[in-house]
């Protein structure tokens, strides 16, 4: 399943390839002119691939990493 992000900023990875997430775990926060959004797990799996680096700058419905 590929996460998105919600809109364009600047993306705070807190999760990594290989760790296990749960349901409504926070695994990045996209933050643009003082508004941060965090961007939760839909559902229980593992990080499979991030696709941006830490930091990076993100565009509205860019894939931000995909899981498993």
């Given at each position: ?18 760790d ?10 996209v933050?643009?002119?003082?508004l941060q ?5 839909p ?26």
């Amino acid at each position: 399943m590929n996460i998105c992000a919600p809109f364009a900023g600047i993306v705070h990875l807190e999760v990594a390839e290989g760790d296990t997430v749960d349901t409504g775990q926070t695994i990045a926060v996209v933050e643009t002119v003082k508004l941060q959004a965090p961007v939760v797990a839909p559902g229980p799996g593992t990080i499979a691939a991030i696709n941006v680096a830490n930091f990076a700058d993100v565009t509205g419905g860019d894939v931000l990493l995909e899981l498993k």
